[in-house]
């Protein structure tokens, strides 16, 4: 076998529409993979020599044919648009909430993150910006599609978008952290000590490990699968069905049904929220999927978050209102955001944090006093923060080049990618590190036996690999 095959599996009624291209070349197997009319992500192996190549490929492309793929010339079939949540949202006629400041970031907006320093908001014309917590922009982030969230891992920061890729934003620009199967039409994701849990548009559940490794997937009864939520106790996953918790290897632990489609999620230490479309926020015991409370609304709710502990509970439903409940169940309040409905929402501080169907990026003084004037009438001067002449600092594969390090110059970590069978695994060179551990590092970066300069080498939680932080430049 020699050259390039395609193949292309489409289904109807809003199926799979996905193509699958290997291309040979001496001994290098380059594969293409992604959504029908879309550029797609590309991956390449080298091998010993020609024959192990071919035998690569043709395993690859039988896999796929046994999957459903067939043989297609590229170009006859057209693109099919990305599926987003479809949300019909009205004007609250609640009162105003005390709103301190609203940034429009252009586009409708998913993706949120609030951090010690900054706020973090990305929309679906694939902008990310950042905010201080009291609304002055200081960066903006361009990535190649809509942003589906935004979520944090310890120090990490990444956006998931509609092309099936989530990149780190730790750094100067945007790097891809991990690409998702082009098959997977991703609905969120979650994150926790480098583990990577994706929930999709069928209801199912895949889970890959820092190296973009694949662990394992479930498929469910349900569809639309909005929620999922990653932590030492593994993975909780919600869907149209319900909320189901499995082990960090995949086992079932518990599944519990729900009042609703489950359209959200949450979790605190011990326990985790679904928010539904039957405008009911469930609270379930981590341990055993028990229902501890629910929290109702007057409408389908679309975001819901908590203060840390669960002490309070809030939700934003789809007729532009926001409530706050207390742990028990009781509605302490319901006031209007004034800018839509929110897709997500954060608390920190005493300030519920907003993003919305209009693309605000919205800052409610949460505090019981500034709730209660609210309630009478009494609202503070909004600030309306505009986005002015900032520069949208696009994803990138290419990195600064530096000289080589003086030993010791305390300049950066050393670090050097190596070709380990078909995949490209990164490890420390600097002295003072374990080099059989391997570094989460960025995937479109890599280049056999290049070696990096990189701002710091952190432990990961678990003790079994490394994860790159800050910028990366390659060393001549």
Known sequence: MAGTTYLELSEPGGGAHKYYEVRVEDTEVTITYGRIGEQGQVRTAAFADHDKAVRAAEKKIGEKVRKGYAPAVRGERQRRPVSRREITST??????????????????????????????????????YTLTHDG???????????????????????????????????????RVAYEIAGDVDIYWLDIHDGVLGVSDRHGGVTVVDHEDEFQWSRRTTGESAWMVRNSAEGVFHGHSEGVSHYSGRGD????????????????????????????????????????????????????CATSPGGEYVFAGD????????????????????????????????????????????????????????????????????????????????????????????????VVECVQDGGRLRVHVRSAGYDPTWGVQFPKNVRIPGARYLVSEIIPSASGTFYRARGEIRRIH
């Open 91 to 128: 004007a609250s006629t609640a009162r105003q909430a005390p709103v301190l400041w609203r940034f429009a970031s252009g586009a409708p907006a998913f993706g949120i993150f609030i951090g010690e320093d900054h706020a973090w908001v990305g929309n679906e014309n694939g902008d990310v």
């Open 136 to 174: 002055r922009v200081t960066g903006r982030f361009g990535l190649p599609d809509s942003v589906k969230c935004i979520v944090a891992d310890d120090f990490w920061i990444y956006a998931g978008c509609d092309d099936g890729q989530v990149y780190d934003l730790g750094g100067k620009v945007p």
């Open 252 to 303: 079932l632990v518990w599944h519990t049904g729900t009042s609703g489609a489950v359209l959200f999620g949450w979790q605190e230490s011990d326990s985790v929220f679904a928010g539904t479309s039957r405008g009911l926020v469930q609270r379930f015991a981590k341990a055993d999927g028990r229902l501890l409370a629910g929290y109702r609304c007057d409408a389908a709710v679309f975001s």
């Open 318 to 413: 789809n007729q532009s209102s926001v409530y706050c409940f207390a742990a028990d169940g009781t509605r302490l309040w319901k006031l209007a955001t004034g800018c839509g409905s929110a897709f997500s929402m954060q608390y920190r501080d005493e300030r519920l944090y907003l993003v919305t169907t209009d693309g605000s990026l919205a800052c409610v003084d949460a505090s019981p006093a500034a709730v209660r004037a609210a309630e009478a009438g009494r609202l503070p001067q909004r600030q309306d923060v505009k986005a002015g002449a900032i520069a949208r600092v696009e994803a990138t594969a290419e990195v600064e080049f530096v000289a080589q390090p003086v030993i010791g110059s305390g300049s950066g970590i």
